[in-house]
T-cell receptor, first 114, second 113 residues
Framework: GEQVEQRPPHLSVREGDSAVITCTYTDPNSYYFFWYKQEPGASLQLLMKVFSSTEINEGQGFTVLLNKKDKRLSLNLTAAHPGDSAAYFCAVSVNTEGADRLTFGKGTQLIIQP | AQTIHQWPVAEIKAVGSPLSLGCTIKGKSSPNLYWYWQATGGTLQQLFYSITVGQVESVVQLNLSASRPKDDQFILSTEKLLLSHSGFYLC????????????FGEGTRLSVL
């Protein structure tokens, strides 16, 4: 089945710096890709969905890049601020035996230092 | 607007006791519904999914069961809790084929003692 590797598991950056989180996946039939943010004690909040073969999506304070050729998905937080401190999860969907399965990466704990 | 609500917010239960967690989605008919489990500080594991009333597919059971008694309701339960059941349980919904990203409820935090 699909395997998703997310790196790094922990990341600490100074306020104002950028932070990059990367996920690689194995199933070439994967077609939807998501990034979620989870603040301490809270549920998952959707940051962005991407699905094109090579796509750069810009959100508020972050950029998501998908490269299907390399089976790589990345989240780049630009000019990090304290509110960005949270766990971040990538998720990859693939249709297996007629059903959509969502496989999550193990998460990245991001700490923004003042 | 669609809303997803989970209950209870938190539970403290004894090993061997029964459990029932609920999830309700309002504002959308025939959603796909999912149960996920997150160990403390861990990744998310999909447990069950349902695409229609009365039909539930198991991904990983973990000695749990799920049911969809109504179009807008998804129930997770077990008759006998284990210590390993502790964690954060999340219900999510989506439209067909993840064209719309799965959106999560507030979650239920379960502590089994």
């Amino acid at each position: 089945g699909e395997q998703v590797e997310q790196r790094p598991p922990h990341l600490s950056v100074r306020e104002g710096d950028s932070a990059v989180i990367t996920c690689t996946y194995t199933d070439p039939n994967s077609y939807y890709f998501f990034w979620y943010k989870q603040e301490p004690g809270a549920s998952l909040q959707l940051l962005m969905k991407v699905f094109s073969s090579t796509e750069i999506n810009e959100g508020q304070g972050f950029t998501v890049l998908l490269n299907k050729k390399d089976k790589r998905l990345s989240l780049n937080l630009t000019a990090a601020h304290p509110g960005d401190s949270a766990a971040y999860f990538c998720a990859v969907s693939v249709n297996t035996e007629g059903a959509d399965r969502l496989t999550f990466g193990k998460g990245t704990q991001l700490i923004i230092q003042p | 607007a669609q809303t997803i609500h989970q209950w209870p917010v938190a539970e403290i239960k004894a090993v061997g006791s029964p459990l029932s967690l609920g999830c309700t989605i309002k504002g959308k008919s025939s959603p796909n519904l999912y149960w996920y489990w997150q160990a403390t500080g861990g990744t998310l594991q999909q447990l069950f999914y349902s695409i229609t009333v009365g039909q539930v597919e198991s991904v990983v059971q973990l000695n749990l069961s799920a049911s969809r008694p109504k179009d807008d309701q998804f129930i997770l339960s077990t008759e006998k809790l284990l210590l390993s059941h502790s964690g954060f349980y999340l219900c999510a919904w989506s439209l067909d084929s993840f064209n719309q990203a799965p959106l999560f409820g507030e979650g239920t935090r379960l502590s089994v003692l």
